[in-house]
């Protein structure tokens, strides 16, 4: 029985999720911890060069959903690959602020173009009765990177951070290309059908057939909706929490709770087993619940899961913090770019979603900088977590607000 080209997409989406998780998301904490060691540099310059990635999404996201209305994603996650990998190589190099910078700024901008972004946009372009699960399947390659984290902590303590970074750009060159060559445009380009499903196959009985039929909104349209500002608000929120967590977790419980790199690793690991956990819900029930709801909910465990890292005076608490804010990052990132393709429809997808991404950014940007800066001027992360847990329960109202929008009448 042939298998369904989208879902071999789906197979190499979550590879070059892996990659990126992996050697760059993952592992962002603890190239910081180390630096700060060696360099000696603050928790304020380390956190800005987490910052400058997001800004270079927030910049180029518009241009990104654009391009990959036209021109498809192929050529575009290619060059993504090269650059990611020469980010990595600098890294391997760095002496200095400046190249420190510099590095960042080329992995930002290869992970952007290679990243969860376009590989969503693609994959919602090949499913639509299965747009959760397959989105889901991809997001276990972001979950499976964290798996490796205490592998790279082992790598930088035993090689040395620099090697790690050399080899681990050379990795991705070698995985990355063939992988990124197999992502293509929209199924009909391809002598292909939506899901794998022929249309004129479905037949109401099957149940193939929608019971409301897709209404496509242009990106005018969809800015001017209450659905689209909510939805950015609320992911822009997830993510000033997960991007402070994955810059500055590490470090607080290597600092401010006297734990070892490698100890702290492990609990990156347990949070990533729970992530795994959250993906392989959203991919089994992800389709049959409420996405927005759903979502609305793992905003709060988000914000417990803060809690519990913020005031941690054992492993146990630790481990809740894990399990929390794993499931809550692993059963609601997917649903993200769902939620909306089920909004807006498929048409103007990438535009809707590179606007949405420059909304969402600031999230990113703030997170990591409040954390830090805060750090640096009370002397722990107290403070700055606790913020972010306040605000990550506020994102769960804005989900609650976000309900599906009418186009109007005139307008379809």
Not at 64 to 71: A, S
Not at 378 to 393: E, I, K, P, V
């Amino acid at each position: 029985m042939k298998i369904f080209y989208g879902w071999r997409m789906v197979g190499a989406a979550c590879g070059i999720q892996f990659l990126l998780a992996a050697f760059l998301t993952q592992a962002l904490g603890l190239y910081i911890a180390v630096l700060s060691d060696e360099m000696g540099w603050s928790k304020t310059t380390l956190s800005g060069a987490a910052a400058l990635q997001s800004v270079e999404a927030a910049i180029i996201g518009p241009v990104l959903g654009w391009i990959m209305d036209r021109v498809g994603p192929q050529k575009m996650i290619r060059l993504g690959m090269v650059l990611f990998s020469a980010g990595l190589l600098m890294l391997s190099q760095v002496n200095a602020v400046a190249t420190f910078y510099t590095s960042a700024i080329l992995m930002a901008i290869g992970a952007s173009l290679s990243g969860y972004f376009p590989l969503s946009v693609a994959l919602v372009q090949w499913f639509e009765k299965f747009r959760a699960r397959a989105l889901s399947i991809m997001s276990l390659g972001l979950a499976l990177g964290g798996l490796v984290v205490p592998l790279m902590a082992w790598s930088i303590q035993t090689w040395g951070w620099r090697y790690t970074a050399g080899g681990t750009g050379l990795l991705v060159l070698l995985f990355g290309l063939p992988m990124a060559g197999m992502i293509l445009r929209r199924p009909e380009d391809h002598g292909e059908h939506v899901d794998g499903i022929d249309p004129a196959l479905k037949t109401v009985e099957s149940g193939d057939v929608p019971a409301v039929p897709q209404v496509e909104f242009t990106a005018a349209e969809a800015v001017k909706t209450r659905a689209f500002w909510m939805l950015a608000i609320g992911h822009g929120l997830a993510l000033l929490v997960v991007s402070a967590v994955n810059v500055h977790a590490i470090t607080h419980m290597k600092e401010g709770l006297g734990y070892s790199v490698a100890t702290a690793s492990w609990v990156i690991l347990i949070m990533t087993f729970a992530q795994l956990v959250g993906i392989l819900m959203g991919a089994t029930l992800g389709d049959m619940f409420d996405k927005r709801k759903v979502a609305a909910l793992c905003m709060l465990a988000h914000a417990l899961g803060m809690v519990c890292l913020t005031f941690a005076n054992d492993m146990t608490m630790l481990m809740a913090f894990g399990l929390f804010h794993g499931v809550a990052w692993g059963l609601r990132g997917p649903f993200m770019q769902a939620i909306r393709a089920d909004y807006f429809g498929r048409n103007a997808i990438g535009l809707i979603l590179g606007l949405s991404a420059a909304i969402i950014a600031l999230g990113q940007i703030a997170g990591p900088m409040v954390a830090g800066v805060l750090a640096d001027l009370t002397g722990n992360y107290q403070l700055g977590f606790s913020l972010l847990a306040l605000l990550s329960a506020l994102g769960s109202l804005c989900f609650i607000l976000a309900t599906k929008p009418v186009k109007p009448v005139a307008n379809q």
